[in-house]
Each structure stands twice: as structure tokens, then as C-alpha cells.
């Protein structure tokens, strides 16, 4: 790549980030129709039952997180940790483009079936970019594709730069800071009226790991804040994960039918888009009933809920398991005298801090540092010391939610009672 060849030739009106500015080879990806199919993949599946404004999509978030991916490259050049070429700086901002280009209908709500392929959406993005005229572009271009892909996946692919990886994908990386601002913009929670810039422009390089700048901790707190917030609010909203179970609940009944998971390849997934799949849904056999029900905006109801949040391992790998769900499911669908089918239970969960992504790094660990007054030498800073707000949000939230629909929520509120009483659900696993 000679970026003395990359000539900056138009700029797209962004709502959250202001004029972005696009090159030759940017304007090429975008033009692809792999990465235009992210205008028909909603950023906020489900999210609209409940913020009319939540229709953005993948595509002007995936804009946003090259912006900011390239800012942020741009910024810790002034480290002196780091040394990054004009070439390191577009293989980030290509990166955080591209990041998304995996991405099934309905977003995350189509994890739930590729987990079943033992998938990803990043896995998905990998292969995408690797297998379709992405490929060629970036190639002809002189951009080493196993880079960007690597940059995406978390990889560390280019030698002594592992701090590159973390700024797609860390504990404080550019996707959740064009997500949590964009989304909160979109559906008017306002949670995420954090200033980014602030913790961008300030953060540096220690000992190989990007890290914060202590200076900018009441920033950076904030962001924690607004991400646990965000999450409890617009994420995890009981509305919004309802229209998801049905639409997950949907795609199971007619995976078969439609062949949903029978892509092979980058052409066959093309196919697949939030407009495309509703309507194959909506006209299935196996899955019209409960699209019906959706379309309707008859949604399940919330007949049981808790919300808690835990550092115990144990419990959270056990919560995780679909056996467990499946026994509990049962148990209170024959206290209620109802089909399992008729059952829902959602655990949604956040880690409050959110991880890593290092393998240098424990979980829940978030690199900082302070300059010497006199020396401007670093120094690192145990954030776990400095900041109750990070020690107090620690851990994995959890919201344990019983639905079903409107006519059977009572019966199913008594049986999931009987089955969980009063007590807190981390004092009932039992094997």
C-alpha cells in the first residue's frame, strides 16, 4: 500500500462523528455490494419495539469505527512507545471498515444460530473478506489481507504492534465508543453522552498494551457508566429482548426450511438480510405463527424477572449452559401445565467491565498510567486503587428473565415463583 497514491476525494455526513472523510481505496470497500448489504442489517434488532428511532445499521456504525480507529492510531503516534506508519495507520482504519462485514440478518439475534454451526460473526467477516472481490481490492491495493483480518479477529499480526489489535477489539477499544454514543443517539436514552475524545486522544501505549491515561479517568468512568446503563436500558430491555427470542425462536422452527445455515459462500450469505429473511420468516410454514405475532407487536411478556450481578465463575459458566436453561424451562413449564414450547427464559449478560481481549491481560484488567510531574516517565496505575466506580462494576451482570405470552403470564408467574421462591437465583443451581 502507497499511501502517497491515497487521495482523499469525498466526505459522508456522519450524525455522530461530524465530516468523515473517505479515500480511493475506503470508497471501493464501501461501494462493494457485501459491504452496501450492511444498509439492509440493523445495528438494533428488536430495539425499534421499544425507541421508534433505533433503525440505523451496521453500515454508518462500521463508518464510525474506522473514523475513530483511525483517530486513535493517528493520536498514540504521539507516544513514545510508538512508532506507526502511514501503512500501520490504514490497516486500522481498513480494519474497523470491515469489522462488521460478517454480520447476520438481525445482528447479534443471529449469533444464536450460528452458534449452532459453532460460528461467529467475525468468523463470517474473516471469511468474507478473504473469499470475495474484498480480497482482490484490498490485494491490488498493496494491503496484506491476513492483516486486516487478524487486526479484526484480535490477532496480533503485525510484530511488536500488538497494541493495534486493541483498538478494534479491547477493553476500551473504538467499537464500543462508536456504539454506545451512536446507539444512545438513536434511541434518545442518552446514556452515552460520554466524551470519547477525551480517553482517545489521551490514551498511550505501556508495556505493549494500549492503555488509559489517568488523566482522562472521569471520562473513562463515565464510560463505564454509560456501557452498564446502555446495556440495562436499550440492550437488554425486556422488550427489545423479547422481539429477539422470537425472531431466534423463528429461525429455529424454520432453519431447516430455509436453509438458513446452508450458505456456501460469500454470494449465498449476501443473500441474507434483515429484509429478505423477515419475509422468508414471515411466509414459513414452521415460523409464520410467531412472525405473525411479531409483526402484530404481540410480544412475549416478562412473567418473572431478577437482575444480579456476580464474580463468581462457577455460576456464571453454569448459567451459560443451554441444559440448564432447557431443565428450568420444563420444570416450570410442568408447574404451569403448559408445552416447554410455550416457556422463554433469557439470561443476558455484560461483563460490567468490560474484558480485555489481551492474552497479556487478566479478565476485568484495563492497563493505566500517569506521567511523572517532573520526568514525564510512566507509571502505571491500578485502576482497581483509583476508581471505586471500576472496582463497584466489576463482575458479570445478570438479568434472569421467565417469558411467555400475554394469555399464559400469570400461570407462568405462580410456576416460576414456586420453582425459584423468593431467594436469589445464584442460591438455587443444584445438580
Same mark, same amino acid.
Given at each position: ?12 455526513? /456522519? ?46 456504525? #462500521? ?5 475513530? =480507529? ?12 510508538? +512508532? ?16 462488521? *462485514? ?48 487478524? $487486526? ?10 500488538? &497494541? ?20 444512545? &443517539? ?15 486522544? +489521551?490514551?498511550?501505549?505501556?508495556? =505493549? ?22 446495556? !440495562? +436500558? ?14 431466534? !425462536? ?11 445455515? /446452508?450458505?456456501?459462500?460469500?454470494? /449465498? ?9 423477515? +419475509? ?9 405463527? *410467531? ?7 404481540? $410480544? ?18 453454569? $448459567?451459560?449452559?443451554? /441444559? ?67 472496582? #463497584?462494576?466489576? =463482575? ?24 425459584? =421462591? ?10
Amino acid at each position: 500500500m502507497n499511501p502517497s497514491k491515497i487521495k482523499k476525494i469525498q466526505f459522508i455526513k /456522519d450524525p455522530i462523528h461530524g465530516y468523515i472523510f473517505i479515500d480511493d481505496l475506503v470508497r471501493e470497500l464501501i461501494d462493494t455490494r457485501y459491504f452496501q448489504r450492511l444498509r439492509r442489517i440493523k445495528q438494533l434488532s428488536g430495539s425499534e419495539y421499544v425507541y421508534p428511532g433505533a433503525n440505523h445499521t451496521r453500515f454508518e456504525h #462500521s463508518l464510525g469505527v474506522s473514523y475513530l =480507529g483511525e483517530k486513535m492510531a493517528r493520536s498514540i503516534t504521539n507516544d513514545e512507545n510508538v +512508532t506507526l506508519s502511514e501503512k500501520d495507520i490504514n490497516y486500522v482504519k481498513i480494519a474497523g471498515l470491515l469489522h462488521d *462485514i460478517g454480520h447476520g440478518p438481525f445482528s447479534h439475534t443471529f449469533e444464536a444460530l450460528l452458534s449452532k454451526a459453532d460460528k461467529h460473526h467475525e468468523d463470517l467477516s474473516r471469511w468474507i473478506i478473504q473469499k470475495s472481490e474484498i480480497a482482490d481490492i484490498l490485494k491490488t491495493n498493496g494491503v496484506n489481507v491476513d492483516i486486516v483480518t487478524g $487486526l479484526i479477529n484480535g490477532n496480533k499480526t503485525i510484530k511488536g504492534k500488538g &497494541y493495534l489489535n486493541q483498538i478494534i477489539s479491547g477493553a476500551c477499544d473504538v467499537d464500543k465508543m462508536d456504539f454506545i454514543v451512536r446507539d444512545s &443517539y438513536h434511541t434518545g436514552a442518552e446514556y452515552g453522552q460520554v466524551d470519547i475524545m477525551r480517553i482517545l486522544y +489521551t490514551m498511550g501505549v505501556f508495556e =505493549g498494551n494500549l492503555a488509559v491515561n489517568y488523566s482522562a479517568l472521569p471520562a473513562f468512568e463515565a464510560f463505564l457508566i454509560a456501557r452498564v446503563e446502555s446495556f !440495562r +436500558t436499550i440492550y437488554f430491555h425486556k422488550v427489545s429482548r423479547a422481539s429477539q427470542l422470537m425472531i431466534v !425462536r423463528a429461525m429455529e422452527l424454520a432453519e431447516k426450511e430455509l436453509g438458513l445455515l /446452508d450458505f456456501k459462500t460469500p454470494e /449465498d450469505y449476501l443473500k441474507l438480510d434483515d429484509f429478505t429473511v423477515w +419475509t422468508k420468516l414471515l411466509e414459513s410454514k414452521s415460523s409464520k405463527k *410467531i412472525m405473525k405475532k411479531l409483526a402484530d407487536r404481540k $410480544l412475549l411478556k416478562v412473567a418473572f424477572e431478577r437482575e444480579f450481578m456476580t464474580r463468581d465463575e462457577f455460576l456464571q459458566s453454569t $448459567l451459560i449452559k443451554e /441444559d440448564y436453561r432447557q431443565r428450568l424451562i420444563e420444570e416450570i413449564a410442568n408447574k404451569a401445565k403448559l408445552k416447554a414450547e410455550d416457556i422463554f427464559i433469557d439470561i443476558p449478560t455484560l461483563p460490567s467491565v468490560p474484558y480485555s481481549h489481551s492474552i497479556d491481560l487478566p479478565a476485568y484488567e484495563v492497563p493505566m498510567f500517569r506521567r511523572d510531574g517532573v520526568s514525564q516517565e510512566k507509571k502505571e496505575v491500578k485502576i482497581r486503587n483509583v476508581s471505586r466506580i471500576f472496582e #463497584s462494576l466489576m =463482575g458479570m451482570l445478570y438479568i434472569f428473565r421467565v417469558y411467555s405470552f400475554e394469555e399464559n403470564r400469570e400461570q407462568v408467574r405462580k410456576a416460576a415463583i414456586e420453582v425459584f =421462591g423468593e431467594k436469589s437465583i445464584g442460591t438455587q443451581i443444584s445438580f
